[in-house]
């Protein structure tokens, strides 16, 4: 076992590709139509002079760090690229050597645990910080030659859960030998169309699926994430419609979990739409099919006993997703009756360790899910898809595949680059997609990801056509935006 690579950050360097979606996703309270794609890069230097890069990556969704209703979206990525800046900033100035648990401890200490305004901020800030956390990763993967899993069972990283109030080992949540196969939890946006019949005229002719119909055919699916939206009336109308779909067309045993998206009131108003939707024939049948609900309360009053009242008596277990604003939240959520935690690499790596040693001590009562936050390739899909797979989770959400087009956002060198080293994660597919996800039966194949001498890739990206973040400009994208139609 080592007691920690020790390593000081030199260099940092974020840029951006506008990404346009192909399907527009409506999600909480915010349709996404495009959003940019941040990769960072940072250098790291061990004490012998040693130096090497890593990667991590972002798509800069509008809307979900902060729901801030009179906030536009270019000043959400504004802030999101600020904040990138500023824990870059933090931990370059530090030039003390480190493992990488430490680096992140600090920054995740200074910016996050002792950020002064509201605690709604924090997932914002745990993002910046995140993202530098999994670069930093990287690099340390990349360095020593040996995939995540590695690497942090090794004590390559320093992980030190003592001074996360953990008292069983790291080796109760990052496994051996992490799971090669995973199925694919298909994402159901609330302007998503469900029968064919329903596809949009300008839907895009692709050769990827647009409807839920569609994407069942396509891929086999069988596991499904359903956006509700809190209104009750017409949450009913919707996941009936959804039922009748998925209970004529999946094979096998169907599985589905709500998203609220931060969009009820109460508890109370959760368990009426549970209530209703179980009373009748169609929804019952979905009812019998849903494992959890996620995240119906808004994140500022996810601790409030007003909203909370009843969560110990829903006939369904709740997580949360955007209430984990920082390594304490999950602690204090389950104090009060929520059963379990996403797990986004956006929040954290580190942190998402630490819920998977707390979910194991709980004897079962406590688990974890796999959420997209709408991940594309190459660094913020392969990412999320080890860490996932290493804490043992068998199905994850994925939209990426569905709601971009392919492989489209990158340079031909690393769309071959994928598709030579990463064959059983993606597949040839006609022009202008340039490969896509590959999903056989509901499952996606991500074996070589374990394999690759880095974290999830050992490739180097061509960032030849990305723009640096000092020179970027949303301008375009707003406008292709609005070519595109309404934003919210």
């Known amino acids: 076992m080592s007691d920690g690579v020790l390593f000081r950050v030199v260099k940092a360097e974020a840029r951006l590709r506008d990404c346009m979606t192909r399907l527009p996703f409506r999600f909480g309270v915010v349709t996404m139509r495009g959003a940019p794609l941040c990769v960072l890069r940072v250098e790291i230097e061990t004490a012998t002079g040693e130096r090497v890069a890593g990667y991590a990556s972002d798509l800069l969704v509008p809307k979900w760090f902060e729901k801030v209703s009179d906030q536009n979206i270019q000043t959400d990525w504004q ?35 002792n950020h002064q305004g509201e605690r709604t901020t924090r997932l914002l800030l745990s993002q910046s910080v995140s993202i530098v956390e999994r670069a930093m990763l990287d690099a340390l993967c990349r360095m020593t030659r040996q995939p995540l899993h590695t690497v942090l069972r090794d004590g390559f990283t320093g992980f030190d859960g003592a001074r996360l109030g953990l008292k069983t080992s790291l080796s109760s949540a990052v496994r051996s030998q992490p799971i090669e196969t995973m199925q694919v939890r298909h994402t159901v946006g609330l302007v998503d169309a469900i029968e064919q019949e329903q596809r949009s005229g300008d839907a895009p002719d692709d050769g990827l699926p647009t409807t839920l119909e569609g994407a069942i055919q396509t891929y086999g699916l069988s596991h499904f994430k359903l956006k509700v939206s809190g209104q009750i009336t017409q949450d009913l109308e919707r996941l009936s419609r959804i039922a009748s779909t998925l209970s004529s067309m999946c094979d096998g045993e169907v599985l589905c979990t709500l998203d609220g998206n931060e969009q009820f009131d109460s508890m109370t108003q959760l368990d009426e739409l549970l209530a209703k939707l179980s009373d ?14 996620e995240q119906p309360i808004a994140r ?4 409030h006993a007003d909203a909370v009242r009843g969560l110990d008596s829903l006939s369904r277990p709740v997580i949360i997703d955007e209430a984990d604003m920082d390594r304490d939240m999950f602690t204090q959520a389950v104090g009060i009756g929520y059963r379990g935690v996403s797990v986004k690499n ?13 979910c194991h001590d709980s004897d079962g009562r406590l688990f974890q899910s796999a959420e997209d936050l709408t991940n594309i390739p190459i660094f913020a899909l392969h990412q999320d898809l080890v860490t996932s797979s290493m804490l043992g989770l068998s199905h994850i959400e994925r939209n990426g595949h569905h709601y971009f087009a392919g492989l489209t956002h990158l340079h031909e060198d690393d769309r071959d680059a994928l598709l030579r080293e990463h064959s059983d994660l993606y597949q040839a597919a006609p022009s202008p997609l340039g490969g896509q996800l590959s999903i056989n039966a509901g499952h996606i194949s991500i074996g070589s990801l374990h ?38």
């Open 79 to 113: 802030r999101l690229l600020t904040g990138i800046g500023h824990a870059c900033d933090r931990v370059i100035a530090s030039k003390k050597l480190m493992t990488a648990f430490q680096h992140w401890d600090a920054l995740d200490t200074d910016l996050v645990i």
């Open 280 to 293: 009748s024939e169609q929804g019952a049948w979905l009812f019998d099919r849903i494992a959890y609900i």
């Open 300 to 303: 500022g009053r996810t601790l």
């Open 346 to 358: 956006c929040k954290g790596v580190f942190r998402a360790i630490a819920s998977a040693m707390r």
């Open 451 to 488: 394999q690759a001498a880095g974290y999830g890739y050992a490739g180097i990206p061509n960032l030849s056509e990305w723009v640096p973040r000092a020179t970027w400009s949303p301008d375009a994208l707003l406008a292709a935006i609005a070519d595109a139609g309404d934003h919210a």
